[in-house]
């Protein structure tokens, strides 16, 4: 069985810092890509940032470029995302997935969520 644990999400105020984590087990983690999305109240899921466990590329939406950044611990099966300098906008719930391909933008599987509220 397939499974992407994620935790880490909590209340924050602006300007603070959290530590997503994401455990993966029941498919094999190495060859596969892990991303977050996230989906705030109203709005449509977004991908945030995404790293390929292959080649270790990355990406990062502009939105959260140079305040969060994606880490992946292979004998762990985890992948961490570290959200830092948090804005009210970065408010939202934070889905972790699998890709079977290099990049997140069609994942094969999607965890629950963790939520994540940014006080101003």
């Known amino acids: 069985e397939v499974q992407l644990q994620a935790s880490g999400g909590g209340l924050v105020q602006a300007g603070g810092s959290l530590r997503l984590s994401c455990v993966a087990s029941?498919?094999?983690?190495?060859?596969?890509?892990i991303g977050w999305f996230r989906q705030a109240p109203g709005n449509g899921r977004e991908e945030v940032s995404c790293?390929?466990?292959?080649?270790?590329?990355?990406y990062y939406a502009d939105s959260v470029k140079g305040r969060f950044t994606i880490s992946s611990d292979v004998a762990k099966n985890t992948v961490y995302l570290h959200v830092n300098s948090l804005k009210p906008e970065d408010a939202a719930v934070y889905y972790c997935?699998?890709?079977?391909?290099?990049?997140?933008?069609?994942?094969?599987?999607w965890g629950q969520g963790t939520l994540v509220t940014v006080s101003s």
């Open positions: 997935t699998a890709d079977r391909g290099y990049g997140c933008s069609d994942p094969n599987y």
């Open positions: 790293i390929s466990n292959r080649d270790g590329g990355t």
């Open positions: 029941g498919f094999r983690f190495g060859d596969y890509a």
